[in-house]
């Protein structure tokens, strides 16, 4: 069973991919590798996850306005993140959201962190703020194949009889 969550859209765009969930803030400079798409605050609760294709689910920004500019570097090598979901709307995170290009909703009527976990999939239409969750189990249990496997599914079929 799907769960809708309504925001405000703040970087236009949809996209769907698998979420990756954080409690914790994310530091842009000096909290993440940009060019592995991966995070290395050593005390972060994602410290060597990759985030890169993934929904980012996470409460905002910290650190300094160097944010937004790390954030950048990972659209521009190729290591961003799908989408954004943060639940404080900063500043620093908005910069960092609009100058990484990925579709991006905040000020969400329920708390996300609360809502989706690690592994749900996630559709995000920041043009219209929803966010509609499948969560894992659900998504397991009808077997949907996300958008890597159908390729896969249809190779080696036979286009004409």
Do not use: Y
């Amino acid at each position: 069973m799907s769960i809708q969550i309504r925001g405000r859209g703040i970087v236009p765009g949809i996209t769907e991919g698998e979420a990756l969930v954080s409690q914790e803030t994310i530091s842009g400079w000096g909290g993440i590798d940009p060019a592995q798409g991966v995070i290395i605050e050593s005390r972060h609760e994602l410290f060597n996850v990759c985030f890169t294709d993934k929904v980012l689910i996470f409460p905002g920004a910290k650190g300094s306005s160097g944010w937004s500019g790390f954030f950048q570097s990972t659209r521009l090598m190729g290591t961003a993140p799908r989408a954004m979901v943060f639940s404080a709307m900063t500043t620093k995170a908005v910069l960092g959201a609009v100058v990484t290009r990925v579709p991006t909703i905040s000020e969400l009527d329920q708390d996300p962190l609360q809502v989706i976990t690690t592994g749900d999939w996630v559709v995000v239409d920041a043009d219209r703020g929803i966010i509609t969750v499948t969560p894992q189990a659900d998504r397991l249990q009808t077997k949907r194949p996300d958008r890597a496997a159908v390729p896969a599914a249809t190779e080696g079929i036979s286009q004409g009889a």
